[in-house]
């Protein structure tokens, strides 16, 4: 089977077998190949089994490095990385994330953080005020630290590491950002696992591409459909090995991706959050 054949089986079992999926997919560019970056993002996975060993610090500061040459919202560079290695703060931190088990075996955590402090330094250094103190300042910030964090991820499994982002360090951020010593207006916006995988993750499958990619004006007018549909290819192939919780929903004959999503945010979650990033100098109007 030729790199391109493979790629496309790749794109067609994760996103289905549309014909606008094939006809936005096959494009093989001139190339004789899929560009190595294709073919890595073609059948990544998180990864949240771990076999021990621990990540060269010097390599992850490479990543992270890697991480920091993403783009940046007007350069203004508000993002920045915690890489977690001590046994303590380690531990600790794991702690937090009681309600992952699997955080138990990461061998090394890292923290995204939005940094909106540097730039308020850059005003009082230069003697121009902030005048732009609202929601936007938030915004910036947390997008910047999301685009590192994806290239993170990009760059590591690049290199053979496995990785699953946790924003589940948000259910309890005041205890990580004390923990991690985070002061006013820098905030996590997720961990990060870092180690080898003990194995090789399956891609997950997505929505199709017909609706999650618009061209020229958005459009979903075909949307439950396609989520129905979605719904069933995907509890074919990737049934969910549990139900979210059964104790209240109990057991559904027929549990699939959008009764999953729609439990989960059915039960209230972090709802404290903003009253967090308030309490760190943040405007949110
Ligand atoms: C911002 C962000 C936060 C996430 N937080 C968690 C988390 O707390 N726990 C977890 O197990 N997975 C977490 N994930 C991983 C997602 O569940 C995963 O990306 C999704 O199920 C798709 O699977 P895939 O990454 O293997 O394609 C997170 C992913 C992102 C992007």
Sequence with gaps: MSAWTTFFCEQSDRFGDSPDAQSTLQEPLGLDAPPATWQLLSKRASCRAFDGRMPSI?????????????????????RDIVLVQDDNVLEALKR?????????NAPMLVIFCANHRRQRRLHEMRGHSFENDHLDAFFNASVDAGIALATFVIAAEAAGLGT????????RSAEVSELLHLPNHVFPIAGLAVGYPAKTSEP??????????????FCDDHESDAVEAYDARRAQRQP??????EDIF???????????????????????FGAFIRAKGFQLD
């Design 240 to 245: 969910y090995q549990q139900q979210r919780r």
């Design 58 to 78: 010097d390599d992850v500061r490479t990543i992270a490095a890697l991480a920091l040459s993403s783009p940046t919202k007007s350069d203004l560079q508000q």
């Design 204 to 217: 997950s499958m997505r929505l199709p591409l017909s609706a999650t990619v618009h061209t020229n004006r």
């Design 96 to 104: 937090s994330l009681a309600s992952q088990a699997w955080t138990a």
């Design 164 to 171: 699953c982002p946790i924003s589940a360090i948000r259910n």
């Design 250 to 272: 109990g057991k559904s004959e027929a549990y699939c991706w959008s009764e999953d999503k729609a439990r989960q945010y059915h039960l209230e979650e972090r709802a404290d």
